[in-house]
C-alpha cells in the first residue's frame, strides 16, 4: 500500500493488570508481545499473568465482595453507575473503535458500531436489574414462598480476540448489574480496548476492587482463574476445544459455567427466495467482521434451482467487497487479527482449493504484500465431508453446497457438530417455520441478516455452547435464586413423631 497508516495517538506501549484499584505489572514480571496486524510488529508489552497475579485479583474481588457495597447497593443504585458507564462509553466510541480497529484489525465503521453495542450492553442490563422482580407465592393462612435473589461471589470472565471489547461487555454488564464482583481475563492477541474499562469503571464511581482485570496467556491465567477455589462461576467465549479443556478444569469445583463456542452456521436459500436480499445478508453474513464472527454462515446451501445464478452473483459481489486499512472508513473487510490466525485461514484456503471449486478470493489480496490480509474466499460445489464444510474456519471464507429436497437441506444443515446459528431464507411461510423447529442451532433468522434484541436469549447447541446469556437468562446466570418457605399457620403434621409407643 502506498498510502501513509493512521496511527491512533497516545498509542500506549505498555499496559499491565488492574487488580484492586491499581495498575500494577505482573508478580513475576513477565510480558507478551502484541502484534499490530498490518506490519506484524510488535507496538506493545501486555503484562503476562500467572497464578500468582490471579490469586491477588481474585482476593481483591472476595474482598470487595464480602465487605465492600457494591453487593449490598439497591439495584437503582447500581443501574445509575451502569448507565454512568455507558455514557462514558458512548463519550468515548470513536477513541475506542479507533483503538480497537488498530489493536485487532477490524474495519473502523465496524468497530465504532460494536463500541456502541457494548453501551448498549450496560444500559440494557441496568434497566433490566431495576426491572427485576421475582414471584412470590402465596396460600392465605398456610404459608409463602418466595426468591430471594443474591450475587454469587467472584465472577470469572474469560474471553475471545473478535469484538473484544463489546464481548467484554457483554459479560461485564450483567455480571455487575446483579451485584457480583469480577475478575476479567481478556484475549491476549487484543489486550488493548480491556485496558480502558478502569479508566471508564473508575470515573463512572465503580467501588475498588469490584472490577480487575489481568492479563495473559489462556494457559496460564486463564487456567489459573478456571482453577481457583474463590471463583464459583465462569463465563467463557471462545473455541470449543477451549471449552472442552475449562469444561473438565472446573468439574472439580461444580462451578457455575456459561460457554459461548464456535460454529459453522448454515445460510440456507430456497429457490423461492428473493435473491438480491439472501446475497447481500449472507455476504455481509461472512465477511463483516473480518470473518471473524461467531455466528458467520459460513456454510450457504443453495436450492439446484437457482444454484448456478446464486453462485454466479455471490463469487462477484465478494470481488468487489473492499479490503483495506482496517482504520479506513471505505474499508469493509480490514487485516485479521494475528499472524498465527492468518496462517491458519490460509491453510484452509488451500485445504479447499483441494476439495472444491474457487469461485472468489483465494489467498492474499493483490496490492496487499504484507500483513494479515485475506481476499474474500468463496468455494462453491462443497462436499458435507470436506474440511472446509466440517471445520470452523474464523474468516473470510464461505463454502457454498447445492441440494435439491428439503429433507437434504436440513439433513446438510445439522451434518456438523456445531450448533450455534442458522439462517432460512424462503417465501414459504410455513417451511421457513419448520425449519427453525427443525434445525440444530441455538439462534434462527428467517429471511433476516444478523439482527437481535438484547431481550432474546444468546446461545448455542451442540459444540457452540453450554446454556444461555441474554435478557434474564443473564441475570438467572450471574444470580443464585434461593427459594424461602414460611409456615403462616400451622405446622404440618403436628402428631409426627408423637405417637406413643404401643
Ligand atoms: P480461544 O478459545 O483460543 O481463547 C478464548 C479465551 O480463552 C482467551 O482469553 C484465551 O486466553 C483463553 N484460554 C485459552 N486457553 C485457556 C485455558 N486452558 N483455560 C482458560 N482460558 C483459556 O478462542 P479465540 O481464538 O480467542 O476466539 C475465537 C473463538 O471464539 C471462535 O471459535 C469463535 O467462534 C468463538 N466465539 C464464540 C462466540 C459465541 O458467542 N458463541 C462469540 C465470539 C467468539
Known sequence: MTDPRHIPTDLPTRIQHYI????????EGGTFDVLDPVTNETYLQAAAGTKADVDLAVAAARRAFAEGPWPRMLPRERARILHRIADL???????????????????????????????????????????????????????????????????GLI?????????????????????????????????????????????????????????????????????????????????????????????????????????????????????????????????SLNGERCTAGSRILVQRDVYDEFVERYAAQAERVVVGDPQDPATEVGALVHPEHYDKVMSYIEIGKTEAR???????????????????????????????????IFGPVVAITPFDTDEEALALANGVKYGLAAYVWTNDLKRAHNFAQAIEAGMVWLNSNNVRDLRTPFGGVKASGLGHEGGYRSIDFYTDQQAVHITLGAVHNPTFGKTDAA
Not at 132 to 153: E, L, S
Open 20 to 27: 484492586d484499584g491499581q495498575f500494577v505489572d505482573s508478580v
Open 89 to 155: 462509553v458512548e463519550s468515548r466510541d470513536a477513541r475506542l473503535a479507533e483503538l480497537e480497529s488498530f489493536d485487532s484489525g477490524l474495519p473502523i465503521t465496524q468497530a465504532l458500531g460494536q463500541a456502541r453495542r457494548a453501551a448498549e450492553n450496560f444500559r440494557f442490563f441496568a434497566d433490566l436489574i431495576v426491572a427485576q422482580t421475582d414471584d412470590a407465592f402465596k396460600v392465605p393462612g398456610r404459608q409463602m414462598n418466595y426468591v430471594n435473589r443474591k450475587p454469587i461471589g467472584v465472577a
Open 159 to 287: 474471553t475471545p480476540w473478535n469484538t473484544p471489547f463489546m464481548l467484554e461487555s457483554w459479560k461485564l454488564g450483567p455480571a455487575l448489574a446483579t451485584g457480583n464482583t469480577v475478575v476479567l481475563k481478556p484475549a491476549e492477541f487484543t489486550p488493548l480496548s480491556a485496558s480502558l474499562w478502569a479508566g471508564i469503571f473508575e470515573e463512572a464511581g465503580l467501588p475498588q476492587g469490584v472490577f480487575n482485570l489481568v492479563n495473559g496467556l489462556g494457559e496460564d491465567a486463564g487456567d489459573a482463574l478456571v482453577k481457583h477455589p474463590d471463583v464459583p462461576l465462569i463465563s467463557f467465549t471462545g473455541e470449543s476445544r477451549t471449552g472442552q479443556i475449562i469444561f473438565g478444569n472446573a468439574a472439580p469445583y461444580l462451578k457455575g459455567l456459561s460457554m459461548e463456542l464456535g460454529g459453522k452456521s448454515p445460510a440456507i436459500v430456497f429457490a423461492d427466495a428473493d435473491l438480491e436480499a439472501a446475497i447481500d445478508a449472507t455476504i455481509f453474513g461472512v465477511f
Open 358 to 392: 474457487l469461485v472468489a478470493g483465494g489467498g492474499r489480496p493483490e496490492g496487499f504484500p504484507t500483513g494479515n490480509y485475506v481476499a474474500p474466499t468463496v468455494f462453491a460445489d462443497v462436499a458435507p465431508d470436506a474440511r472446509i464444510f466440517q471445520e470452523e
